[in-house]
């Protein structure tokens, strides 16, 4: 049987385009609709909303501080595809508005296709020793130092994007919201193996 975990470059290529490209095409549903999320790119989501701000900018300057952390953590290839995928989703998310558009999507079904593409695209970059960078690499740095579980953390991270969510979008749009990010999560949860698909 083939060893999964080990990718020459070109493998590792295709799989962090097609990531951080899902990944931005996500992006680009949940802020046609005006939809939030969770985790670092609800952050920049929130933050594009309230200052006008584009989203790909935000996020690419919200993940800089985290970089130190995920090298500790991780080790430097993780950092170095990391970097790379967080400023290939980002450049695509200014981008891809301008190439294509939306005459009719249901807020519901965008939340579910928003969840679904969103889960599809971190599991690729998992699979490739990446990720999008940001709270979940404080969330492990914080069970290492202090034994609190990296799950509770970015439970706890999301709740407090989406209580912020509240002031600047009506509870249904949140409600809405949050049925993505249960169906990102879902995704991850059911077909998500760490040991199969991360090789930093």
């Known amino acids: 049987m083939t060893d999964s975990t080990h990718h020459s470059a070109i493998d590792d290529a295709q799989g962090i385009l097609f990531g951080a490209g899902m990944a931005a095409f996500g992006i680009t549903i949940l802020t ?23 989203f790909g900018p ?9 970089y130190w952390l995920g090298y500790r953590r991780m080790g ?4 170095v595809k990391t970097f790379v995928a967080v400023a290939l989703m980002s450049g695509l998310a200014m981008v891809l508005p301008r190439w294509l558009s939306f ?7 965008g939340a579910v296709l928003f969840g679904a593409i969103s889960g599809a ?7 490739h ?29 999301d709740v407090c994007v ?10 249904g749009t949140v409600a809405i919201s949050a049925l993505g990010a249960l169906v ?3 995704v991850i949860a059911v077909n998500h193996r760490r040991d199969r698909y991360i090789a930093a």
Do not use: C, E, K, M
């Open 162 to 171: 989406f209580a912020a969510a509240l002031t600047l979008r009506d509870a």
């Open 121 to 127: 695209a971190l599991l690729a970059l998992f699979r």
């Open 58 to 66: 935000v996020f690419f300057a919200i993940n800089l501080p985290f």
């Open 129 to 157: 020793g990446a990720s999008l960078g940001g709270v979940g690499i404080v969330a492990l740095y914080l069970q290492d130092r202090t034994g609190f579980r990296a799950g509770w953390t970015q439970l706890a991270f």
């Open 76 to 79: 430097g290839r993780f950092v």
């Open 184 to 186: 990102v999560n879902l």
């Open 32 to 54: 046609h609709l005006g939809l939030v999320t969770g985790q670092t790119a609800g952050l920049a989501v929130l933050i594009s909303y309230a200052t006008g701000w584009g």
């Open 103 to 109: 005459a009719a999507l249901d807020p519901v079904l």
